[in-house]
C-alpha cells in the first residue's frame, strides 16, 4: 500500500468531531474501463466490482469514507465495431485493486432512522491508488504483458496508479439504520497503460520472440500480414486511462439524534 493512502487511513481513523458517526457498508457491481482499446463507451461494463468502505458522517450533508474495491476490467479488438481496431487484434484483461478516500456531499439533509428525509442524490470526489496487471491470453497461455515491454520501453511501467475520483449515486433509508444506494464513480488514472497499450509499435528485432508476438498480433487471423512496423502507431496517444465503477451500496449507520441534535 502506497505510503500516502497509509498516512490518510491514519488521519482519518483518529480525526474525530463532535457530530460525527460511523456508517458501514459493501458495493458490488460492474466495472469498465476507456482508453486504447475502447476510447469512446464511457459506460461499457467488462467486468466486476466487489468492495467495503467505512464512512464518517459530519452531518447530514457531509461526510467522508474509506473505500475498497477489487475488480477487473478487460478489452479486445476482436469484439469492435471498427475494422481498423479488428485489424489491430490486440486485447487484455487486468484485476484492479483499489484503496481511496473519498468526500461526499448530499442534496439532502440524509440521516438515516433520525432525520425526516428517506433519499437523497449525492456527490463525491477524492482520490484513488490502485495496483492493475494487464495480461493477455496467446496460443492457450496467460502472459504478463507489463514484463514484456510490448512497445519497447527501457523498464517496465508502474504497477500503480493514482487517480482522481469523481461521481454521482442515489441513497435510499429502506429500514432503521440501513441506506441501499446506487453510484457510478469514474476514476481518471495518471498511466496510458492499464491496457498495456499507448504509443508506438516497437522495433521486433530488438525485441524477444514472445514480446514481438504479443506486441503486435494483427497477423493472428491471416497467418502472414502484420501492420505493427516500427515506429507506427499503436495506441490512441491520449495521455491517460480510465476505469469506472457501477454499484449497488448497502450500509449501516450507528446514528441517534443525540448525535446530530446534542
Not at 40 to 54: H, L
Not at 79 to 89: E, K
Not at 95 to 113: C, K, T, V
Not at 228 to 234: L, V
Request: a positive charge; glycine letters at 10%; charged letters at 15%.
Amino acid at each position: 500500500m502506497p505510503k500516502f493512502v497509509l498516512f490518510i487511513i491514519l488521519v482519518f481513523i483518529s480525526f474525530n468531531l463532535k457530530a460525527q458517526t460511523w456508517e458501514f457498508g459493501a458495493s458490488a457491481g460492474g466495472a469498465g474501463y476507456m482508453g486504447d482499446l475502447n476510447p469512446n463507451n464511457p459506460v461499457k461494463i467488462s467486468g466486476y466490482a466487489i468492495g467495503g468502505f467505512v464512512k464518517r458522517n459530519f452531518n447530514g450533508y457531509l461526510s467522508a469514507r474509506l473505500n475498497g474495491v477489487i475488480s477487473r476490467v478487460s478489452a479486445a479488438d476482436s469484439n469492435s465495431g471498427n475494422q481498423q481496431f479488428r485489424n489491430r487484434n490486440l486485447s487484455f484483461t487486468t484485476p484492479i485493486r483499489e484503496a481511496s478516500i473519498i468526500g461526499e456531499f448530499n442534496f439532502m439533509n440524509y440521516i438515516p432512522d433520525a432525520g425526516k428525509n428517506k433519499y437523497t442524490p449525492y456527490i463525491f470526489l477524492g482520490v484513488a491508488a490502485a495496483k492493475y496487471y494487464p495480461r493477455a491470453t496467446y496460443q492457450g497461455q496467460l502472459y504478463d504483458l507489463r514484463s514484456l515491454k510490448t512497445e519497447g520501453q527501457p523498464a517496465a511501467y508502474s504497477a500503480t496508479t493514482i487517480s482522481l475520483l469523481y461521481g454521482a449515486g442515489f441513497k435510499y433509508n429502506i429500514t432503521g439504520k440501513f441506506t441501499l444506494g446506487a453510484e457510478l464513480g469514474y476514476r481518471n488514472t495518471n498511466t496510458d497503460y492499464l491496457d498495456d497499450v499507448s504509443g508506438n509499435y516497437a522495433d521486433k528485432s530488438k525485441q524477444s520472440i514472445l514480446s514481438a508476438a504479443l506486441g503486435d498480433r494483427s497477423g493472428e487471423k491471416t497467418g502472414s500480414h502484420y501492420i505493427g512496423s516500427a515506429g507506427t502507431q499503436r495506441g490512441d496517444m491520449r495521455p491517460h486511462d480510465t476505469y469506472f465503477f457501477s454499484q449497488i451500496t448497502i450500509s449501516y449507520t450507528f446514528v441517534t439524534q443525540k448525535c446530530y441534535f446534542q
